[in-house]
Nanobody
Framework: QVQLVQSGGGLVQAGESLRLSCAAS????????MGWYRQAPGKLRGLAAS???????DYADSVKGRFTISRDNAKNTVYLQMNSLKPEDTAVYYC?????????WGQGTQVTVSS
């Protein structure tokens, strides 16, 4: 089992920045990819950014150039630095970790960007 605990998020104005953190514990040896999904009201959950254990990253087109995902393997933590936030970035953000048999999810954190 893997437990993911998220922190960060909140309410900001357009153009401001936020950083999300997600700390993994438990059977962390089984984790490969980690990342962040987000779900806006009335929309499906979609990938925002991901990072492999070797540091290769992938981003949704809508966040490229504004969001940066990073990973500290020593701390078993993944971060999402979100700059130049837009109202359309408003969503619940979920951390995930890809395990050998299962995917694991964090508790979700609300990010609200006001115009």
């Amino acid at each position: 089992q893997v437990q993911l605990v998220q922190s960060g998020g909140g309410l900001v104005q357009a153009g401001e920045s936020l950083r999300l953190s997600c700390a993994a514990s438990g059977s962390i040896f089984s984790i490969s990819d980690m990342g962040w999904y987000r779900q806006a009201p009335g929309k499906l959950r979609g990938l925002a950014a991901s990072i492999t254990s070797s540091g290769r990253t992938d981003y949704a087109d809508s966040v490229k150039g504004r969001f940066t995902i990073s990973r500290d393997n020593a701390k078993n933590t993944v971060y999402l630095q979100m700059n130049s936030l837009k109202p359309e970035d408003t969503a619940v953000y979920y951390c995930y970790a890809k395990g050998q048999l299962y995917n694991y999810w964090g508790q979700g954190t609300q990010v609200t960007v006001s115009s």
